[in-house]
Every structure is written in C-alpha cells, then in structure tokens.
C-alpha cells in the first residue's frame, strides 16, 4: 500500500458505494435539476481532495457515496478520479503539510 491508498482507505471508511462523476439524482451536481446530456465540469479549487486529501490546489471533479440511502456529495483530485475511475495510482502524490498550503495567503471565500 502507498501513502496514497492508505490515505484514501482512511479518508472513505465508511463511504458505501464510493463513485466519482456527476449524479443526475444529486442537488449539488445539478441544482437546478438534471437535465438531459448535462455534464457537471470540473473546476480549480484550493480545497482539499476528499479521498485522498492532498491539499494542492488543482481540478476537483464530483464523487459521491451512500450514507445508507442517503446520497453524498463529495469533490476529488485528478489523481483520485483516476485512480477511483481506472485504478491508476499518480507517480507522484504527496500531502502538502498545513502550514504551508498556499490557500493559506489567500481570503476565504
Ligand atoms: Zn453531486
Ligand atoms: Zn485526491
């Protein structure tokens, strides 16, 4: 196991039926309702991945899980939709620590 499985295996304990891409059945994805084709597009973001935790600033795609039946809503890295998607694991991948993540400079939105 890597750093970075043993990260995502501690981040989801508990995350029945982990998923990434967009749910047509999900409000956060789809606000509005889902539409036909709709697609929900990846965006920057600041903050951290929910799987695996990395705290570098970088694409963030939607993911879901299953609380019992509750649908969850949850925002993955490029590295974690990859791997969540293919099982493909990042070259490189490492946690930036907290007192340096770059965020830290930046207002909070
Ligand atoms: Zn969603
Ligand atoms: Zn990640």
């Not at 799987?51 to 925002?75: K, N, V, Y």
């Amino acid at each position: 196991m890597s750093d970075f499985t043993e990260s995502i295996a501690r981040n989801l304990e508990g995350c029945e039926a982990f998923s990434v891409g967009g749910s047509p059945t999900c409000k956060k994805c789809f606000p509005d309702g889902y539409q036909e084709d709709d697609e929900v597009e990846s965006s920057f973001s600041w903050q951290a991945c929910d799987s695996c935790g990395s705290t570098f600033g970088g694409d963030r795609s939607p993911a879901h899980w299953l609380d019992g039946e509750a649908l969850q809503h949850c925002e993955v890295c490029v590295d974690c939709l990859a791997y969540h998607a293919n099982g493909d694991l990042p070259e490189t991948w490492r946690m930036m620590p907290a007192d340096v993540h770059p965020s830290a400079a930046l207002p909070r939105q």
